[in-house]
């Protein structure tokens, strides 16, 4: 077997060199395969990378921007494409782009015109062939520029009264002005931003096609005299014109269980009807299946007042938190006067499933044992007619254990049931009902139980929590306040080799132990997320963006006020105040997380993250809690270790089975870049290295070099490196990872650089998980 895998190397580069002399047959006679594609500026106004968005016809992909792996997939099959082999083989690559001079001369003329747009009117785009040999060619596109036009003066003509004193009021937000470069792309925005100040002005009927622009240059200066028109409202091309008409809201209609389509007057009177505010809702049978004051909690489409955009999209938004509603549709009725132009807006509300149960079976991976869980929830989505969801879920998970020594049975058991309900508003006294009405916000209480059986010890949570969540006006940014969370940690069994071990351990890390006990844990709570490409998904976004992510946490400093309050010392037999004869944990923690998303193509990015976080425990506690530990390692850390076997600092253990729960610490730094490519259909491809570790901020006896120092802290930062692959199936990612060590701050000497030496067994480490690791 040792001798099979330099067999089986050789003969996978092999039959690449073999594919890539292939190629050959796809070509045409007298043609040429585009080989690559260059854009080249003299200006650094106007980026290349820009410009690539206008090249019509690119080169064949390349794995990490370095081998056209796909093509030479493609080129390995045979030119009979009866045989299934070969059809499979085209499928699953890239067919040779074959260079033409159409599409290369209507990509120079595309390039052209965007330079042009972007003041560049003189700009030229030169179309250079290069021959790379007999049968290849590489295209370059080289952009001279010359001297941008720039905007000396802007002026307007309005003819419409109204709208040129709408205009002349905006002048603080208006975007042209003298001196900036005659940009095509920054009048069309204009053009945009004027629309939408005047949709929310009541100009229902207004568009931007009635927005114009004139620019007069002169000869040899550069300068454009720029004029901005706003044509009056016609009914037809051949009618007469006239002023652009505001729109008053006349009633406001919600239609429950109908369709869009139908909302005659006919449709509507055979169905009953209520008044709620300032509201008419029709709707079928003895009541409505949401109360009327919940839906007019989400309008935003006032009566009586003039017609805007804003107010529908905000209606549109508001409705959204309603898990009732499986879509909502607005529709206006007009009714222009000779002195007015009224609106009737019909609100459609379709309505979802009350109910849904559903099953989920999974595979885990825990530091490389194996295991599988099943869980069945039951869901309603409109437990009291106002869209309140309430969700219950019972699960089961099963793990094998490996690598523990002295217990017959190594497996570990998970049983646990949770229940939540949601309200899609601010629950909380004393907020005002405008408040209410201007954050989109839902309101959540939980309770849940779980009972853990591993060899070494059980430990059963109680829990109960009461939460809020919120967006803000800032698009992609999220805010979450765990206002109360109350756990109750109970470790009803410990096995006598595991107490022996905490006891042994009593001299190198005497806080241990006190992870391991029954323990209160009262929490608040802050988190707040932004994603600059907005409401992100698994997928990896398409263009360059950014994502925040900060959190914050205390526990116990009110119920250690209030026990100190009542009692000035702990009682004699303990050393913590208690309650109940349980100790409560206290401490504070912050973490924040960073990612940067570089896009180089539609096929490659590159991804950098940073991560940092602390927490600190005072007062009630000696320690932090084992679940609010740090550690190090595993698929979303520092791939080259499996999960908590690394640090902290320089700690290198002591090869017990019961030693990863020495791998842990209050404070963690997680360095990450990580290069992505498209390989095939549905797989993605990764290359990466990983930085970091965890460290103490407390002495531990045996542990001096797990302590966090400003002076050596930098020496004890791992590293790793690694290549991975994931199958992407759009609503699901599945990730294979694999790291190897790079740098070993747990050893010493050589050891400590395992990617002079590497030892595949000693230095490897494979993941398995779902999703990306930032």
């Known amino acids: 077997m040792k001798k099979l895998i330099p067999i089986c190397s050789s003969l996978f580069v092999t039959g690449f060199l073999l594919a890539g002399c292939s190629v050959g047959k796809f070509i045409p006679e007298g043609q040429y395969l585009l080989e690559d594609v260059h854009v080249e500026s003299d200006n650094k106004e106007v980026k290349p990378s820009e410009m690539h968005a206008y090249v019509r016809q690119k080169p064949n992909a390349k794995w990490f921007s370095l081998v056209k792996i796909p093509m030479y997939i493609y080129s390995s099959s045979g030119l009979d494409s009866t045989k299934w082999f070969n059809r499979f083989l085209r499928k699953l690559g890239d067919k ?3 260079y033409s001079r159409t599409l290369a001369e209507e990509s120079r003329r595309q390039i052209q015109r965007a330079v042009q747009n972007k003041g560049y009117m003189g700009a030229q785009v030169k179309l250079d062939e290069v021959d790379k040999s007999k049968k290849k060619k590489e295209v370059r596109y080289v952009i001279r520029t010359g001297n941008p036009y720039v905007i000396s003066s802007v002026a307007y003509d309005i003819q419409d009264y109204k709208i040129r004193e709408w205009v002349a009021n ?16 920054a009048l069309e925005e204009e053009r945009g931003r004027i629309t939408r100040m005047l949709a929310n002005k009541g100009y229902y009927r207004f568009n931007k096609d009635y927005i114009t622009f004139q620019a007069d240059t002169m000869l040899n200066t550069y300068q454009v005299d720029l004029t901005l028109k706003i044509e009056p409202f016609r009914r037809s091309k051949d009618a007469e014109p006239e002023l652009h008409r505001q729109y008053y809201v006349r009633d406001v209609n919600y239609v429950l269980d109908a369709e869009a389509s139908d909302l005659s007057e006919r449709s509507l009177s055979e169905m009953d009807s209520l008044k709620c505010d300032d509201l008419k809702i029709y709707y079928n049978g003895k009541k409505t299946y949401l109360r009327p004051k919940v839906i007019a909690s989400s309008n935003r489409i006032q009566k009586g007042q003039l017609y805007a955009s804003d107010d529908v999209e905000s209606t549109f938004s508001f409705l959204s938190r309603l898990r009732i509603l499986k879509y909502s549709n607005i529709r206006f009725r007009e009714e222009v006067r000779q002195d007015s132009a009224l609106l009737d807006a019909y609100t459609v509300l379709s309505r979802n499933k009350n109910q849904q149960i559903s099953f989920e079976i999974e595979g885990t991976n825990s530091a490389g044992d194996l295991g599988a869980a099943a869980s069945v929830s039951y869901t309603h989505r409109n437990l009291f007619r106002g869209s309140e969801t309430f969700t219950t879920k019972v699960r089961g998970a099963y793990e094998a254990i490996t690598g523990l020594e002295g217990y017959t049975n190594s497996n570990y058991t998970e049983y646990g049931i949770e229940s939540s309900l949601s309200f899609p508003q601010f629950m909380f006294p004393f907020l005002s009902k405008k408040f209410k009405r201007n954050v989109r916000a839902t309101s959540e209480v939980g309770v849940k139980y779980n009972w853990q059986i591993r060899p070494e010890f059980e430990r059963t949570l109680a829990a109960a929590s009461w939460s809020y969540r919120w967006i803000s006006k800032r698009q992609g940014a999220n805010h979450r306040l765990d206002l109360l969370d109350i756990n109750y940690i109970y470790m009803p069994y410990r096995s006598e080799q595991f107490r022996k071990y905490l006891d042994y351990m009593d001299d190198v890390n005497p806080l241990l132990r006190y992870s ?9 709570g802050y988190t707040y997320t932004y994603n600059s490409s907005g409401f992100s998904t698994m997928q990896t976004a398409r263009r360059s963006s950014y994502s925040i992510r900060f959190n914050v946490e205390e526990s116990g400093n009110l119920i250690y006020g209030l026990s100190k309050l009542i009692h000035n010392h702990p009682r004699h037999d303990a050393e913590s105040y208690q309650i109940g004869n349980i100790s409560f944990a206290q401490y504070v923690k912050a973490d924040f997380d960073f990612a940067k998303n570089f896009v180089i193509d539609n096929r490659n990015s590159v991804v950098f993250h940073f991560g940092l976080g602390i927490a600190v425990p005072y007062g009630n506690s000696k320690s932090l809690p084992f679940e609010k530990l740090y550690f190090s390692g595993g698929a979303n850390s520092v791939r080259g270790w499996s999960v908590r076997s690394l640090g902290p600092g320089g700690y290198r253990g002591d090869g017990n089975s019961l030693d990863y729960v020495n ?10 870049l990580e290069y992505r490519t498209h390989l095939f259909w549905k797989f993605k491809g990764a290359a990466f290295i990983d930085a970091g570790n965890v460290w103490t901020l407390k002495q531990r006896d045996r542990q001096s070099e797990g302590q966090f120092k400003f002076n050596t802290f930098y020496k004890q930062i791992a590293a790793s490196y690694g290549l991975g692959i994931r199958l992407d199936l759009d609503f699901l990612i599945i990730r294979f990872d694999g790291g190897m060590k790079a740098f070993n701050p747990m050893e010493t000497e050589t050891r400590r650089f395992p990617l002079i030496r590497p030892n595949f067994s000693r230095d490897f480490a494979f993941h398995f998980a779902v999703g990306y690791p930032f």
């Open 96 to 98: 040779p782009r074959i």
């Open 170 to 185: 905006d002048s603080v937000n208006h975007t042209l002005k003298p001196g900036m470069r005659f940009d095509v792309n």
């Open 516 to 524: 391991y006990e029954d323990l209160f844990i009262l929490r608040l």
């Open 663 to 672: 791998h842990t610490g209050d404070m963690k730094l997680d360095l990450n």
